[in-house]
Structures are given as structure tokens and as C-alpha cells.
């Protein structure tokens, strides 16, 4: 027996006046998401507790059944590692954000125009080559996609209990790293951080990548921003809690570093973006291929999560159907006889306040011998009439585990 | 958007065969309530967890978002609190009874006949002067309502762990108060509690207001009975976790003890008194005025829990009732489109066993962008079928600060 879990990002909804009080999932045309509910369990389910908020993080770790009130450990750390950076124990991760600065350090633009990658790569590029004033540790610097970029100091007397140097606004002056406790690792790497920030923006305002930006009337790149200091989670991989072969379908590094970290195995698609045109037949053929050679396959579509943040129910809507297009292909192309597949979103974001909501989201589980409902319908209010009732995001871990036969009775 | 947290103390209850198998809330006419029910979102909630029969102090806690098994510390320094009284860190404080004794000490009336406000102020100032033997803490003794009065001990050395003067029942001798526990701080406490019970019992026994009770044929107060020892629960208060400005609209001092210690304002309403006469539209008035001023209200009415503890089947149907033209009030003068909505009690008290149960209650949550459900009638059994299925009380809390926008995320 073998799982698939499917995560619509941002997928639930609240319902909206302007759409006669229904939510995108209830007003898109899903004829597969709605056979899965027809066909399957269904119920509503809290990815934390009940009204709290998550990140996509927090979010996922829950999903893979861990209890993210214990385990997590910031941001950082999963980003780099979903960036495929090394990040070991002790290490301290960040994401980071190119941006762009005045002579007083006030920050002008926040991504930096949005710079291009393959200018990023350069600029990266010389970044690598800053020296530390302490030799007792080393960091890596990593550009990812457009302004972002992730940060990993590899060290053993580090601390992720440090501020963050971005103001979270522009208008503001880049902020002074500060520890966030009294012990000396904090101030230790605050310190670094402080260090960082002024040997990388020596670099960077000089660099010629920036003097030719500057020259095209673009903003520079001339500063990076550190924030979410985080720590690799201790946990129980997912392959040696149930023995299982897991593998991750997801192009946002977020999600890839929490999947890493849960032992899953990430692959690799070509056109799998995170971004609305992400190649949705691309991520369910890997998905399909991935169930073929796994036990359990992870397939994360990020696109919703956009589209609810730029406020756009009309495109969340479009989106959704793409995503029952590439779960109408997938059903049809696994063995149904023995696989298990979820349906799920990792948390709730509105179109009308555009951020993340602690509001339930609906969970769809069909394969061979659930206990099918009644629910005809895959959507928020349908399955909180579901069978599975109401449970919490590190539930369906288990309940999946349970169903393929790879739980351990805890017991005789 | 702001929100408006009612809470009918004791409202649910059993279904009683001599009605037909219903409950009070089942056969009150409740057009409000049902009208809330119909726009809202429903469920069942227990308050603290399923079965556990809840205090209305560890209820309350619940509803404010506490976890009440890790938080509790007592109802004394609660109930002396929202009494108006000064309760620090390392205080103690109880709820006391103005009582009868004989010269055995055998209590013969443990709320000495009910005796009135007048009388009783009496005796708390002359108890007022009693001098302990200790220098190294001082006491303050106020009279409340009738024979109800609270005692707090201020000192550094003090210990809630020390049991109760108070039988429990008539025709018991005064109980010695012991140490709970081998600390010298319990001892002292113990002691310091003995020997008040002694010099209150000398003042009291011998006070005029008594000589001229006794003359009158009532019972005199010539005794002081200590229970419910207990400290100031550390938590955040809601201000702080959330940056709300909250208010409290209860009479009862456990219950105004309660929000005080989760940073809420306490608003005095005359009329309101804790009482079946309580004046329901004062408090209502009060709770639309405290929602100009601030983000949330919480309008506890403590009415259909004395029905209860009484028996009085009839009288809980009036008193819900009048609970409903008290909400239909302040449904029309809020504005809906910010405000939301959530009526609920705090515990079953069954009209046939006359206490509280740990049977969960209904709760309905009305408000701009709830995922309404299909329940058009509130009460125990109809909202058992909303879309908010089974929640905690803790949870409570949690949902309303993310439907206002108040909750922070967990995670990125």
C-alpha cells in the first residue's frame, strides 16, 4: 500500500461577500477534487489547534505528523537546506533578501527590483569570498530565486537567539543585529551578523553588476537583509519512524528543506516553479512516477497561496482548477487498488485579508478501505459534514501511516 | 473588527424527563439566539475536556484561552481579586463565610442566615483590627455579599497548600486548618489561619451586631470559615498576547477575579448584580459601550446557573429568555459588519443533579466572514450538527483573536 499527499498551499479560504459567501474551493469546477470526496473520508482539520495561525512551515512539519509546537526551530534552517545547502547540527540558517540601501543605510527597496538571477549568481558570487574576523567558524551564502537568498553560518558556539537586520518595511534603516538572550553564543553571532552586513554591502556597492544597475536606472543590489534565524529540528525522519520510502514533489525551498529534514527524499522537476506557472502535469507525472518507487509521495502546489495573497479570488479559482486537472490525471493514472490519496491544504489564506488564517481547512482521504461518508463535495463547509470529523494537521500523518499499514501498535 | 464573548454561566443542561425529554435551552423562545445560530458558525465545545466537570473559575480561564490544568492555582486569590481587593505574587487568598457556631465550635449555619450587607460590613471592619501574632505578613478581610467575604494573607513566606476551616456542612466542628504539604511556608500558613479563625471567633462572638442578632432570634455571624486557598495564576494577559483592549461586564467576583488577572478591564454596571434580578439590559448597554471603546467584551451572566443549583427548570427557561431579549438588544445596536459574535456557556449545570457536569455546551460564533453553517436553532443537540464540530474552551479564544485579526503566526 502506498500514499499520496496532496497540499494545495493556501488553498481553504474564507467564504467572501463578494462571491455570493462562497470561497474559491466552493465556487471552482472540481470534478476531481469532488470525487475524491465522494468517493473517499472527508473532514475539516486544524493544521495546528484551532484559531492559530501557521506558516507554511509549521504547517508542514504538522502534515508529516510532528508536533510543530515542540519541533520547530525557526525558518532559516529549513530554507538553506531546501536551497541545498549544507546545514548541520549547531549551524544557524537564514533567509535572506538582496536589497537595496542609501549612503545611511536606509533601505530603499526591500528585493532589490527584483534582480534577476543570473545577476544575484554574480553578485553571490563575490559575496563567497568576504573574510570573518573569528576563524572559529565559516558561512555559506546561497542566491536562490531573484532578491532571495539564504545564509548558513557553520559553526559550534552559534545561537539562532538573534534579531533580525531587516526592517520589514522600506523607509527604515537597516537594524542593528541584536541577541535576543543573555548567553555569549547570541551575542557571538549577532556580532557576525553586524560583521556581514557591512563586509557584504562593501562588496556589493562597488560591485560592477551594481554600478551597471545603477547606470540602467535600476536600484542596486548593494545590501542583503538577514532574517528567520532557525536551527535544523530535531525529529524522527519519516523513513525510520515507519520504515517508508518518502519522497517530496514541492519547488518552494521551504517546504523542500521541512521534507528533507523528515527524511523524504526531494526531487528534482523541470518547470515545478512554486509561482503560478508552475508546471502542474509535470509535478503530477513525478508524482505518479515518485509512487512507483516509493511508499509515500509528497506533491505541494504553491500557486494558491499566491494567488490569495495578491488577493485575487478570481485567479485562486483558475489555480484550483489547474490543480483538479493534475489530480484528474494522477487518479487516473495510479492503482487505485492500492493507494491511499490525501487531499488537504496546509492552512487557510483569505483573499480578503490576503495572510495566512487559522481557520480549519477541508482534508479528502480516499483509497481502498476508508470508511467512505456521505460528503459528495470537496470543499470547507462539505467536509466538516465528513466522517473524520475534526482533527489536527499532525493527525493525518498517522492516519495515513495507519492506513497503508505502516503504524506501529503502540501497546500489545 | 472586534468581538463580543457572551457567556450564559451554566446555560446548558441535560435533557429532564419531565419536560420531554429537553433541555431549558431546548424549550426556551430564544429568536435571538436561534437568529445567531442561523448566521453563524455552531458547534458543541467542552470546556475544559471531555467529561471534566468544570469550576466557572477553570471554565472562564478556559474560555480566555488559558490551558486551565496548567494555569489554575486556586479560586481564593481569584474570587479576592475580583473583589477588589490587592492580591500580589506570593499572596494567598480565600473565599470565607460569615457562619454560626455553638461554643463547641459545630457550625450550626454555615451562611449564618444569610446575613445582610449592612451587618456584615460591621463585623469586617472590627475584624479589621485584629492583631497576628507574626510581623512578618498582614491580612485584608473584606465582606462581599451576605455572608460571602474574602481574606487575603500578603506576605513572602505563604503557602495556598493548607486545607479548609469550613465543614462543607452543618452540624460539623470548624476543621483545623493543616499544611497540605511538609514546607515551612504551608505550616505558617496553617497556623497564621488558626489562629485567625480564634481571634476572629473572640471579636465576633461578642460584637454588638451579634448580641442584637441573637436578640432578634437570627443566627449569629460569630465565626469566620476559610476555603479555596489559593494564588495568582501566572499568564499573559490578553493584552499583551494579542494588543487587544478587553473588557469584562460580570458581577460575580470569581468570574471579575478571572478577567482582572487576564488584563481586562472590569466594568461596573450598576444593577448588575450576579443575580436572577439581575438588570440584563444594563449589562447590555454596557456591553455595546465597551465595544466602542475597545476590541473585546466579555458579557458573563450568572442568572441561569443559580436556576440550576436550584432546580428550577421553569426559571431557567426565564432566565433564558431574558438572556435573549438582552443579546437582541445588543445585535441591533453593534455593528455587524465589525463585530463578531460568539455566544456560549461556560459549563452544564443540570437542573436535575443541581451542579455543574462536564457535559459539553453549545457555542455559535456570528461575524462578517464565518463559514456559516446549515444550524438554525441554538442549543445543546442542534449545535452538535455546525460546521465548528467539537472544540476545546481554550480554543475558544484562539478562534475569535484570528477571526478579528488579532492571532499571531506560528511559523512563516
Do not use: W
Not at 4 to 29: H, Q, V
Not at 199 to 215: A, G, T
Not at 216 to 238: E, M, Y
Amino acid at each position: 500500500m502506498k500514499a499520496l499527499l496532496i497540499i494545495g498551499d493556501g488553498m481553504a479560504d474564507r467564504p467572501s461577500k463578494e462571491f455570493g459567501g462562497k470561497t474559491p474551493l466552493e465556487t471552482a469546477d472540481k470534478p476531481a477534487m469532488n470525487h475524491m470526496a465522494n468517493m473517499g473520508i472527508c473532514g475539516i482539520m486544524d493544521p495546528i489547534a484551532p484559531g492559530i495561525q501557521p506558516g507554511s512551515d509549521t504547517a508542514t512539519l504538522a502534515l508529516l505528523g510532528y508536533n510543530a509546537f515542540k519541533v520547530y526551530s525557526g525558518r532559516g534552517a529549513l530554507e538553506a537546506l531546501g536551497s541545498g545547502m549544507n546545514v548541520s547540527d549547531g549551524d544557524v540558517g537564514f533567509r535572506c533578501n538582496f536589497a537595496t540601501v542609501n549612503e545611511n543605510l536606509k533601505v530603499l527597496d526591500r528585493r532589490a527590483g527584483r534582480i534577476d538571477d543570473a545577476e544575484a549568481s554574480k553578485l553571490a558570487e563575490s559575496l563567497k569570498k568576504v573574510e570573518l574576523s573569528s576563524s572559529s567558524m565559516e558561512f555559506t551564502f546561497k542566491n536562490t530565486v531573484q532578491h532571495r537568498a539564504a545564509l548558513v553560518l557553520h559553526g559550534s558556539k552559534l545561537s539562532s537567539a538573534v534579531s533580525s537586520s531587516d526592517p520589514g518595511v522600506d523607509g527604515e534603516k537597516v537594524s542593528v543585529i541584536k541577541p535576543l538572550d543573555d548567553s555569549p553564543e547570541a551575542k557571538f553571532t549577532a556580532n557576525i551578523l553586524n560583521e556581514l552586513t557591512q563586509k557584504f554591502y562593501e562588496v556589493l556597492k562597488k560591485h560592477p553588476v551594481n554600478v551597471e544597475r545603477v547606470k540602467r536606472g535600476l536600484p542596486p543590489a548593494n545590501i542583503v537583509l538577514f532574517r528567520g534565524a532557525g536551527t535544523i529540528p530535531k525529529l524522527k525522519p519519516l523513513n525510520e519512524a515507519y520504515g517508508i520510502k518518502a519522497s517530496c514533489i514541492a519547488a518552494v525551498p521551504l517546504i523542500r528543506g521541512v521534507c528533507k529534514v523528515a527524511g523524504m527524499q526531494l526531487l528534482d522537476v523541470k518547470g515545478a516553479t512554486g509561482t503560478l506557472q508552475t508546471d502542474y502535469m509535470a509535478k503530477a507525472k513525478a508524482a505518479v512516477q515518485a509512487l512507483k518507487m516509493g511508499d509515500l509521495a509528497l506533491l505541494h502546489v504553491k500557486a494558491p497561496d499566491v494567488a490569495s495573497h495578491d488577493g485575487n479570488f478570481k485567479q485562486k479559482i483558475e489555480v484550483i482548477e489547474k490543480i483538479d486537472h493534475m489530480l484528474a490525471y494522477i487518479l487516473n493514472k495510479i492503482d487505485l487498488s492500492e493507494t491511499y490519496v490525501a487531499l488537504t491544504s496546509d492552512h487557510t489564506t483569505s483573499c480578503t485579508t490576503r495572510s495566512h488564517e487559522g481557520d480549519p481547512v477541508p482534508v479528502a482521504i480516499m483509497g481502498p478501505y476508508v470508511r467512505r461518508d456521505d460528503v459528495e463535495e470537496f470543499g470547507e463547509r462539505t467536509c466538516a459534514k465528513g466522517g473524520l470529523l475534526r482533527i489536527r494537521g499532525k493527525d493525518l500523518m498517522h492516519i495515513l501511516m495507519n492506513l497503508i499499514g505502516r503504524a506501529k501498535k503502540f501497546g500489545f
